[in-house]
C-alpha cells in the first residue's frame, strides 16, 4: 500500500502564481485534511473533508481551495500565491476523523518568493 | 480561547531515563487524544489513541495518561533510547465530534547516549 501520496516533494512559485498540491490516499478512507506546519506555529489545519462532496474550513483556510470528488484524493489550490504561504504543506487521512489514527503524507515544501 | 500546550523548549534525556512530555489544553472538551512522533523531513506518524473514559493506556515502552479535569495528558517513554530522538505532538477532535483535528506545537525530544 503507497498510504498517502502528496506531490509534488519541492516547488517554487512567484508571487500571484497559482498551483495545486496534490494528495492522494489508496486505504478508502472518508476523512482527509490538509495542514501546514511553519516553525514555531506547529501544524495549522486549512481544510478538511468528510467525505466525498463535503469539505470544511479549518483553522487557516484564507488563500485556499479545497474539493472532494472522489474519496481517493483531495487537491489544495493555492489560487494567487504570496509569501506568507510559504511553508510545508502536509496531507492527512484517516477512517473517521478525530477518533481514529490520522495518516500523514511527507509533505510538499512550498516557497513563494 | 482554546489553546494546545506543549512545552515548545527542548527535553534533553539521558538513555535508559524515562520521558515524561506535556500536553494541556483549554476550552477544550475533547473526547479523545491523539500522539504523534514526528522526524525532521516527514510527516508525523501516529502513536496512541486514549479516549477520555480511559485514563491511561500502554503500547510497549509508550504510556499515555488522559485526566479530563485537570485538562492534560502525559506521554511517557521508559528507557528511552537516542532512537526516540524525535518531535512529540499531541493532538485532539477541537469541534466537538465534527472531526476537526487539532495539533499542539510539539515537543522536541533529544536522548542522549
Known amino acids: 500500500n503507497a498510504g498517502v501520496t502528496q506531490t509534488p516533494k519541492f516547488q517554487v512559485l512567484k508571487t500571484g502564481q497559482s498551483m495545486t498540491l496534490q494528495c492522494a490516499q489508496d486505504?478508502?478512507?472518508?476523512?482527509m485534511s490538509w495542514y501546514r506546519q511553519d516553525p514555531g506555529m506547529g501544524l495549522r489545519l486549512i481544510h478538511y473533508s468528510v467525505g466525498a462532496g463535503i469539505t470544511d474550513q479549518g483553522e487557516v483556510p484564507n488563500g485556499y481551495n479545497v474539493s472532494r470528488s472522489t474519496t481517493e484524493d483531495f487537491p489544495l489550490r493555492l489560487l494567487s500565491a504570496a509569501p506568507s504561504q510559504t511553508s510545508v504543506y502536509f496531507c492527512a487521512s484517516s477512517y473517521s476523523g478525530g477518533n481514529s489514527p490520522l495518516h500523514f503524507g511527507n509533505g510538499t515544501r512550498l516557497t513563494v518568493t | 480561547s482554546q489553546k494546545i500546550e506543549q512545552n515548545s523548549e527542548a527535553l534533553n534525556i539521558q538513555e535508559g531515563k524515562t520521558a515524561t512530555l506535556t500536553c494541556n489544553y483549554t476550552n477544550y472538551s475533547p473526547a479523545y487524544l491523539q500522539w504523534y512522533r514526528q522526524d525532521p523531513g516527514r510527516g508525523p506518524v501516529f502513536l496512541l489513541l486514549i479516549r477520555e473514559n480511559e485514563k491511561e493506556k500502554r503500547k510497549e515502552r509508550l504510556k499515555v495518561t488522559f485526566d479530563t479535569t485537570l485538562k492534560q495528558s502525559l506521554f511517557h517513554i521508559t528507557a528511552s533510547q537516542p532512537a526516540d530522538s524525535a518531535t512529540y505532538l499531541c493532538a485532539l477532535d477541537s469541534s466537538g465530534g465534527y472531526q476537526k483535528v487539532t495539533f499542539g506545537t510539539g515537543t522536541k525530544l533529544q536522548v542522549i547516549p
Open positions: 486505504m478508502n478512507h472518508e476523512y
